[in-house]
């Protein structure tokens, strides 16, 4: 694959690998979707040619095979194989565009794929919008495509405070101290600034983004979306001070906020080099943690004290249904915990219910004293 989002190769199979890439791009897609459709098709292109398959001859039979050696992973040297979540993936990769090879040679009114049934099984059409972002969009429902993979369903992993702490405070600068922070206390995507990709999450974050006055801080949107503000804990904003006095200085609205140091002076600090940077910080304080694992954390704690919509608007999510199928999880305890009391309240219930059908038998369990008032003045006679 080279530069701009292209399938390399004379072959017309790469021709319209590259026309369905620039489909993609027509049509608003963000260049982390972009780049990996691109990765994904030229996979499968590589293993059809290596198969000696023509695109033209692709069918389910051809699919089926291809999601076996995928998932497998031998082929590309994956003694564990692929995730389930990584396999769906790729299958919506594939449903997309052999979806546009033959929508548009129906629409030309004829043509190799016009008329011929989508060779990728799917729950429904994935040609009209139907793209989504885990943890962004709606959690979709519906019938499940024929080679799709089960997600097994368990809470993300997050970082824990005790570990949040120990890694801010072994940051090798003010400017890793105030971004871990800020993850930390925000929640939002760690992001990127890149000449590909643009500007978005804290990465890409401006200067005149972080407003200490209102406590509050933009960022943008995955996927080409709005801009967000939200609020930041008061304890942020010292050690962004810090940052600013002691390592970047002052600047413009419009400037980076967060920039490298040494052979990359200046520069917005990207993606790679923060992430490496993390890695680093993590052997050094003996643990495995990644950037987004501040955001799960937050996430959750958010949804326990404040509800699912409050976290809906903290993570900037366009669905509330995202943190709720993501986070609102209950553990297997306390599942256990509940059947239990419900078992003593239905028996209590049982117990209550025959007592009092019982002769002579009342709804409450009254002392002695207090039943043998009201056998008393059962036994009276009326009027009395």
Same mark, same amino acid.
């Given at each position: 694959?080279?530069?701009?989002? $292209?399938?390399?190769? =004379?072959?017309?199979?790469?021709?319209?690998?590259?026309?369905?890439?620039?489909?993609?791009?027509?049509?608003?897609?963000?260049?982390?979707? @972009?780049r990996a459709y691109a990765l994904g098709l030229a &996979?499968?292109?590589?293993?059809?040619?290596?198969? %000696?398959?023509?695109?033209?001859? $692709?069918?389910?039979? #051809?699919?089926a095979e291809y999601v076996v050696a995928f998932r497998s992973g031998a082929e590309d040297g994956l003694p564990l194989g692929r995730q389930p979540?990584?396999?769906? &993936?790729?299958?919506?990769?594939?449903?997309t565009f052999f979806g546009l090879l /033959?929508?548009?040679? +129906?629409?030309? %009114? %004829?043509?190799?794929?016009? %008329?011929? =049934?989508?060779p990728v099984p799917t729950g429904g059409s994935l040609i009209d919008g139907s793209h989504g972002m885990p943890g962004r969009d709606a959690v979709r429902h519906g019938r499940r495509a024929e080679y799709r993979q089960? #997600?097994?369903?368990?809470?993300?992993?997050?970082?824990?405070? /005790?570990? *949040?702490?120990?890694?801010?405070?072994?940051?090798?600068? /003010?400017?890793?101290?105030?971004?871990?922070t800020l993850l930390w206390r925000s929640g939002q995507r760690v992001g990127d600034w890149s000449g590909v990709h643009g500007q978005h999450g804290i990465l890409g974050m401006c200067l005149g983004d972080l407003d200490r006055r209102s406590g509050t801080v933009v960022v943008r949107l995955k996927g080409a979306r709005d801009e967000h503000r939200v609020p930041v804990s008061d304890d942020f904003w010292p050690v962004f001070a810090r940052y600013l006095g002691r390592e970047r200085g002052l600047g413009e609205p419009e400037d980076p906020a967060w920039v490298m140091f040494r052979r990359g002076q200046?520069? =917005?600090?990207?993606?790679?080099?923060?992430?490496?940077?993390?890695?680093?910080?993590? +052997?050094? #304080?003996?643990?495995?943690?990644?950037?987004?694992?501040?955001r799960h954390a937050l996430a959750q704690a958010v949804v326990e004290v404040a509800g699912l919509k409050v976290a809906q608007e903290?993570?900037?999510? *366009?669905?509330?249904?995202?943190?709720?199928?993501?986070?609102?999880?209950?553990?297997? =305890?306390?599942?256990?915990?509940? $059947?239990? +009391?419900?078992?003593?309240?239905?028996?209590? @219930?049982?117990?209550?219910?025959?007592?009092?059908? /019982?002769?002579g038998g009342y709804v409450f369990p009254y002392d002695q004293a207090t039943l043998a008032e009201l056998e008393a003045a059962a036994g009276e006679e009326p009027g009395r």
């Open positions: 694959m080279s530069g701009g989002f $292209v399938v390399d190769g =004379p072959s017309p199979a790469a021709a319209e690998a590259t026309a369905f890439l620039a489909w993609l791009a027509a049509r608003g897609r963000g260049s982390y979707t @972009q &996979h499968f292109l590589g293993w059809l040619d290596r198969g %000696g398959v023509e695109l033209d001859a $692709v069918d389910r039979r #051809v699919i979540r990584t396999v769906n &993936h790729r299958l919506c990769v594939l449903a /033959e929508r548009r040679d +129906r629409e030309a %009114g %004829g043509g190799l794929w016009a %008329g011929r =049934p989508c089960r #997600v097994p369903r368990r809470l993300p992993r997050r970082v824990e405070p /005790e570990v *949040a702490v120990r890694l801010i405070a072994a940051a090798g600068s /003010e400017r890793d101290r105030a971004l871990l200046g520069r =917005p600090l990207s993606y790679a080099a923060f992430e490496c940077a993390l890695r680093a910080l993590s +052997r050094r #304080v003996g643990v495995r943690v990644t950037a987004h694992m501040f903290m993570l900037g999510h *366009a669905h509330v249904s995202t943190p709720a199928d993501t986070y609102a999880r209950v553990d297997e =305890p306390a599942m256990v915990a509940a $059947v239990e +009391r419900a078992r003593d309240l239905f028996d209590l @219930q049982a117990a209550t219910s025959s007592s009092a059908d /019982e002769p």
